[in-house]
């Protein structure tokens, strides 16, 4: 294992220091691919020696179970080798080389394990260095038969020990349990890795489907297909609440996972809790524990911590960013994360399950408690119990920085403390892949970071305190329609957080991309304030990019595409619709861009991007709940300037005010209009400016007040000339709003198909 997997890291080096000097570019597909084989045949090429000789590699096996429960049983009464110590006086070469031996344990594996003849004369091969064959084993048994006697007194004989048939079954059962235990709690910890295997294989192939075999696909509204989604696929799990939270004992939040995700997750704790105790026993007489306290005590806590330990790699893997599962199964991040959550979760339950039930075996006062490997399982367990405190959604959303740095420690710390702890029980390879999979994943972060650059992004203040940076991208980084990338301000003070936003090309050049951020706390509510007090409202920062992230929806394949977005989820879905407006793109598609906004000042920050739908063909309309707000509009100089200003002469009464609720707003002694003085100040009224801004978006239609998402997706399945998808990113009771609608209107009167793409990525 070590020496192809070092043999195929050479090559890849070598490789890759080609592509480097032929391509003349570090960060070309090509070299990229070759990086990341290279980093994975390393990983596999240093594996430690202990992972690779322990599970899941190597078992006890059938064969080991019955030589030892047979050899056991046999030295408790006597030995045939003249040795002080009655054990190790029968060993393998003793049985196997002794006539007397040799004749008593056939005996015990003819009556017990008749099937396994063969194994005791591989044995006898392979530890005992004694060749022997079946008809040698014949004739051994019969000597058992004809000279085997009882035992006076324990101590070395020269005869063949008569054995008790009951006592062989006993001795069976009991090291079925001991040693068989460990053995099948490898395989069912198999079993679990599987089960997620086959879910990602439905998963791909049920998404992948949607890409590959797009004609067929959209005709698909049978009945059994329409129930599947209408009741399993795609609705929320009770009720309409998904990406909004749900009240849980009165004062802690939940996020309720998908009807589909729930049942993934309820049959995946189901199976758990079977296989944790499926085939776990107790036999009454039992030679290796005489009380079944104690017996059942460390069958559970064997059982569960072989569990616990094969899943460890996925709890790990569902976690990364770089999770080549995302790609796989086209499903996004935020679902693993769900995956991610509840998995950590029954793995903890199955962690506490070993911590106590072996305290309970040991004995509180027992010095086993105090040694090295058990303390450090300590530590992973009170880890474990402080990743699931603040990983509650109330705490995580309130102190997001906090959690996230903690969880990352406390993260460690479980990992690494638990791996401590089984370095010598035989599991640390399952422990390895998991520091592996964190590994890479850490190390793609790095590289992600390095290939694009630390290039100065201009921030700008803009309207709805929202902040706009614009970003010049290398000529290698791939974009992805909706896709998302994470940012770092390389400050003092925050160069080591990451903050995930979604990203638009600039409608002036493709190699810029811009970043939306709404400002909240942390340093979004830090760079507000500086920039506030900057006379242009605008400075440069240098940052550090790490993406992109995110996969494409199937959106393109649909004869009416329609792309939902409530607030600061525009330019995810502005990014989406646009990619689509494409030459090559199916010229007969209808597009629809929609976006919800409280008040009319929420449209300045996008406005440049909502001037370029110009001529796309893209019907958008605008929904403003609250139209007649005008509070906000102070900025209004900073996002049109003074060349807009005769647009409105003809409509303007420049020595009016407003009255009532509105307030003046004006521009400075800075203006200058063809028949107002520098010095004169000019009045505009919020009408006028909403006026000034229907008139230049004139490609757009204006609704004000509330959408009815239910109408919505009912008049586009009527008006659309076949299939139909909802592309949407939002605040969280919209987007749950729509997918409830589109899984009213799975089973429509036109037998339509309709679909549901969610790029909203709840990140705490």
């Known amino acids: 294992m070590y020496y192809y997997a070092s043999l195929i890291s050479i090559v890849l080096l070598v490789a890759l220091g080609v592509g480097l000097v032929l391509r003349k570019g570090a960060y070309s597909r090509f070299n990229v691919y070759l990086s990341i084989a290279l980093l994975a045949s ?40 003249n040795t002080p110590d009655t054990f190790s006086g029968n060993d393998a070469s003793c049985f196997c080389g002794n006539p007397n031996a040799l004749a008593t ?58 054995l008790d048939d009951s006592s062989i079954l006993l001795f069976r059962n009991a090291y079925d349990q001991f040693l068989g235990n460990y053995d099948r709690s490898i395989d069912y910890g198999g079993y679990l890795v599987l089960y997620w295997a086959v879910v990602f294989s439905i998963a791909a192939i049920g998404n992948w489907s949607k890409f590959i075999f797009a004609t067929s696909h959209k005709h698909l509204t049978d009945p059994f297909t329409n129930w599947y989604r209408k009741s399993i696929s795609l609705p929320a799990t009770y009720g309409s609440r998904k990406t909004n939270e749900k009240k849980f004992f009165f004062f802690l939040d939940m996020l309720v996972p998908t009807r589909a995700e729930t049942i993934i997750l309820s049959t995946f704790l189901g199976l758990t809790s079977f ?49 080549f599962l995302q790609w796989l199964t086209k499903w996004d991040y935020s679902t693993f994360i769900t995956l991610h959550r509840w998995l950590s979760r029954i793995i903890f339950i199955l962690v506490a399950i070993h911590t106590f039930f072996y305290t309970f075996y040991f004995g509180r006062e027992s010095p086993e408690l105090r040694k090295k490997y058990v303390l450090w399982g300590v530590a992973a367990f009170f880890s474990g119990i402080l990743i699931i405190i603040q990983g509650l959604l109330v705490l995580r959303r309130k102190y997001y920085e906090l959690f996230l740095a903690s969880h990352i420690v406390l ?43 630390f290039p100065q992004a201009e921030v700008h203040l803009l309207a709805d305190e929202t902040l ?30 990451s903050h995930p936003f979604t990203y638009t090309i600039s409608t002036t050049d493709n190699q810029l991309i811009i970043l939306f951020m709404k400002v909240k706390k942390g340093v979004t509510l830090s760079l507000y304030k500086s920039l506030l007090a900057s006379p242009q409202k605008k400075a440069f920062i240098r940052v550090a990019i790490e993406g992109s992230y995110g996969e494409d929806t199937p959106a393109r394949r649909y004869d009416t595409s329609v792309f939902v977005a409530g607030g600061n989820g525009i330019p995810g879905i502005y990014a989406g619709v646009m990619d689509l407006v494409k030459p090559f793109r199916h010229t007969s598609q209808k597009l629809k861009l929609i976006w919800v906004v409280r008040e009319y000042k929420s449209i300045l920050w996008f406005y440049d991007e909502l001037v370029s739908l ?26 049109f300037g003074s060349s807009t200003l005769p647009i409105l002469e003809s409509s303007l009464d420049k020595t009016s005010l407003l009255v009532g609720n509105r307030r003046p707003l004006h521009y400075g002694t800075d203006v200058e209009v063809n028949s107002i003085e520098s010095t004169e100040l000019l009045l505009l009224t919020g009408s006028d400016i909403i006026s000034h801004i229907k008139h230049q978006l004139s490609h757009i239609d204006f609704e004000e007040g509330r959408p009815s998402i239910e109408n919505i997706v009912r008049s586009t399945i009527k008006n659309s000339s076949g299939s139909s998808c909802f592309i949407t990113c939002g605040h969280p009771v919209m987007v749950d709003e729509l997918r409830a609608a589109v899984v009213k209107n799975i089973d429509n009167e036109y037998g339509k198909r309709v679909d549901y793409f969610e790029q909203l990525q709840v990140w705490a």
């Open 42 to 81: 390393t990983l596999i090429a240093i594996t430690p020696q202990k992972a690779v000789e322990g599970a899941p590699f190597h078992k006890y096996g059938e064969e080991k179970i019955a030589f030892t429960g047979c050899k056991y049983q046999i030295s408790r009464v006597a030995s045939f080798c």
């Open 275 to 323: 296989l944790a105790f499926y085939k776990i026993q107790y036999f009454e007489g039992d030679p290796i524990f005489h009380h079944k306290q104690q017996a059942l005590l460390r069958y559970f806590a064997v059982r569960c911590s072989i569990l616990t330990s094969a899943m460890m790699p996925l709890l790990i893997l569902f976690g990364g960013r770089n999770n």
């Open 105 to 162: 344990i056939s005996h015990c594996y003819k009556f017990a394990y008749p099937k396994l003849l063969d194994s005791l004369i591989q044995i006898c091969k392979q530890e005992g260095n004694i060749s022997l064959d079946h008809e040698d084993i014949e004739n051994a048994h019969k000597v058992y038969l004809s000279q085997a006697r009882d035992v006076e007194n324990t101590g070395a004989v020269n005869f063949p020990v008569k």
């Open 411 to 453: 993260a460690f710390i479980f990992i690494g403390g638990a791996w401590i702890h089984v370095h010598d029980l035989y599991c640390e390879w399952f422990y390895y892949v998991a520091g592996a999979i964190w590994f890479f994943d850490r190390v793609v972060r790095v590289g992600r970071i390095y290939s694009f650059g």
């Open 614 to 639: 110009n001529s796309t063909g893209i019907s958008t309309t605008v929904f403003v709940t609250k139209p007649h707000s005008y509070e906000g509009f102070e900025g209004f100089d900073l996002r």
């Open 468 to 497: 706009k940076l614009t970003v010049p991208r290398p000529k290698h980084w791939e974009t992805v329609p909706g896709g998302h990338a994470f940012i770092h301000f390389l400050r003092p003070s925050c160069f080591w957080q």
